[in-house]
């Protein structure tokens, strides 16, 4: 049967990918994109919903799918206001959760960081690890949560210090052998083809490291 999925943060690096990637699978009809913005493409699969994505409580009817992948996210740089990097990081990905349990949909797929950890003391770790707790506690069959290491590839944005620390891991990669492959950066495509396959296979639910990823998108 013919699925429907929907993408919250399509217009970023992963969820373009992600995106393309549910184009080209024939195993999807129907790609719902659900954003504050356009994210400027034409196909007979997208059916786009512009809203305030703070208030998607009010956006209930549009859930009705088979499967939710959670692409969002932001950076210090971007959002140096911690309120409002909190309502983007913990609240948007928790509502999700909330809204796939009422709605019955079966699978829920978040992007959220290696080292996520609500004790931690770093506020960017605490606050995956809070949002992590928070999605778990939602009665949704298969819940993901990726936790990719630093993620490759090219941004349209320019962020100096992210671009210096992708080099630097670049080299550092082949060297980071048995438990310490967790740490090796990833390509986002890596990232989507995982996701893609975890939407479609059986797989234990819950937290999913970097290297697991690396090892589930290999063998797609």
């Not at 913005?37 to 009817?61: A, G, R």
């Not at 709605?103 to 606050?127: E, H, P």
């Not at 967790?182 to 995982?194: C, D, E, F, M």
Request: hydrophobic share 40%.
């Amino acid at each position: 049967m013919a699925k429907t999925a929907i993408i919250i943060g399509a217009t970023g690096l992963t969820g373009g990918l992600l995106l393309q990637g549910l184009l080209e699978d024939k195993r999807y009809q129907k790609i719902k994109l659900i954003s504050r913005k356009s994210c400027n493409i034409k196909h007979p699969k997208i059916e786009e919903h512009l809203v305030d994505l703070f208030e998607l409580e009010k956006q209930q009817h549009l859930f009705i799918a088979d499967e939710v992948f959670c692409c969002i996210g932001t950076t210090k740089a971007k959002t140096p206001n911690e309120e409002q990097y909190l309502k983007i990081d913990y609240e948007i990905p928790a509502t999700l959760a909330g809204l796939c349990g009422k709605m019955g949909i079966q699978t829920f797929v978040v992007i959220s960081a290696l080292g996520a950890n609500k004790k931690s003391k770093i506020f960017y770790n605490r606050t995956k690890g809070r949002m992590e707790e928070e999605v778990l506690r939602n009665k949704i069959k298969n819940i993901y949560i990726l936790q990719p290491s630093l993620i490759g590839g090219s941004r349209n944005e320019k962020r100096l210090g992210e671009k210096t620390a992708k080099l630097f891991m670049s080299v550092l990669n082949p060297f980071l052998i048995g438990n310490l492959k967790k740490y090796r950066s990833i390509h986002p495509k890596t990232i989507v083809n995982a996701m893609i396959w975890l939407a479609n296979n059986e797989y234990k639910s819950g937290r999913i490291p970097s290297n697991e990823i690396q090892q589930i998108a290999d063998s797609v």
